[in-house]
């Protein structure tokens, strides 16, 4: 289970103290949770009424960013196919570099993370920053759409011609299986037809196929291949009993398949199952590098997300100055239950504190009745959902 619970709750004298607090009921004797300092860096306040609706909006903007962090991870899965056992090791929080380096995994931002100054600066308001978020995962989404549609096409194409040439001899294509010797080509009168004959009834097939119509040239079969459930034969024929021949044969339980030899079709499906698979290898490594990177960037901007959210929520709730001390759990799963209650007995004073916001009040735009409601800042981060085994 890897899921953190990003809380805050109000500084005591100092912020520290109230870190202490929380250590001290939910690991010392009883291990309820791993925890780390959430670093949220000192973002420029506002109005009450911006607080109020960046509250509303943010809720938006992480459900839309958690959706694509989770799109462009599934459609890794996707595109690594038989080594979806690799999808970890690329599931990367650090721009796609340095694979091997556990210290670059996505789990290890969440715990270390680290505010990208250059990408959403400080100095900016909290719309801004949300806004540079918002506009940044909306146009990865975009790109994923336009990259996806691409690559699905090409595959499915592929995969279309690859299910053309599998399958049972009643309907795979014959192209790879025949050969020119096979047939009498450029004959006004003869033709060379092929049928598919079940194994038990080998022997039926050579007893009567010369007498299923008229004009059949005698010792004229051949096997030509076979599969688990029968076999491919050739028969030469008068153009003239071809209809007889089709509606004896299958009153035999004998499948006349429609084929025409076409030397320059043939070699024309298999330029194009040629081509379609070189291309699909050339996209494939640009593809996954753009994945790799682009899961990082969306990745990276849900965790901004989340540390905007706990930052405006704990100004509404615990009030100005800003202070209060932003901390990430991971609970232990067998003591999730109990870990709730001792942080609930930890933070109950909070309900009836003095805050900007009072958590029974119905605001627009706040949406405290549509989640879980704690006397403290809560959210959860659940990477559960970037778990492909």
Wanted: charged share 25%; aromatic share 10%; proline share 3%.
């Amino acid at each position: 289970m890897t899921e953190f619970w990003l809380i805050s709750a109000p500084g005591e004298k100092t912020c520290q103290q109230t870190w202490d607090k929380m250590m001290v009921a939910t690991t010392h004797s009883n291990n309820l949770s791993t925890n780390h300092k959430f670093n949220i860096p000192d973002l420029k306040v506002g109005t009450l009424d911006v607080l109020v609706g960046l509250s509303d909006e943010m809720a938006k903007l992480d459900s839309f960013v958690e959706g694509v962090v989770k799109k462009v991870a599934q459609y890794m899965a996707d595109v690594l196919e038989d080594s979806r056992d690799k999808v970890q090791e690329n599931l990367l929080a650090n721009g796609g570099e340095k694979q091997a380096d556990r210290n670059f995994t996505y789990l290890h931002y969440v715990i270390h993370i680290n505010w990208d100054m250059a990408k959403y600066p400080i100095k900016q308001s909290l719309k801004n920053i949300s806004e540079i978020i918002s506009k940044q995962v909306a146009q990865i989404d975009n790109d994923l759409k336009a990259r996806a549609s691409a690559y699905n096409n090409l595959k499915g194409n592929l995969q279309n011609l690859e299910r053309k040439n599998a399958g049972s001899l009643l309907t795979r294509s014959l192209a790879d299986i025949v050969k020119k010797e096979d047939f009498v080509l450029d004959s006004e009168y003869l033709i060379t037809m092929l049928v598919v004959v079940p194994k038990t009834g080998y022997a039926d097939w050579q007893k009567c196929y010369e007498t299923l119509s008229e004009m059949v040239v005698p010792r004229s079969t051949n096997l030509l291949f076979e599969d688990h459930d029968s076999g491919l034969f050739s028969v030469t024929l008068f153009r003239k009993a071809i209809d007889d021949f089709r509606h004896k044969a299958r009153e035999n339980k004998f499948t006349v398949r429609d084929f025409q030899y076409n030397e320059q079709e043939m070699n024309a499906d298999k330029e194009e199952m040629t081509r379609l698979s070189t291309d699909k290898k050339k996209q494939f490594g640009p593809l996954v590098r753009w994945l790799k990177v682009n899961f990082s960037e969306a990745f990276i901007a849900w965790v901004h997300i989340k540390a905007l959210r706990v930052f405006v929520e704990s100004v509404l709730r615990y009030g100005l100055p800003v202070n209060f001390q932003a901390m990430l759990l991971q609970p232990n799963k067998k003591n999730i239950k109990k870990l709730r209650e001792v942080l609930s007995e930890l933070y109950k004073h909070l309900d009836s504190s003095a805050s900007i916001i009072d958590a029974t009040m119905d605001i627009p735009g706040l949406n405290l009745s549509q989640q879980e409601y704690y006397p403290y800042v809560y959210y959860k981060i659940d990477c559960n959902l970037l778990d492909f085994k």
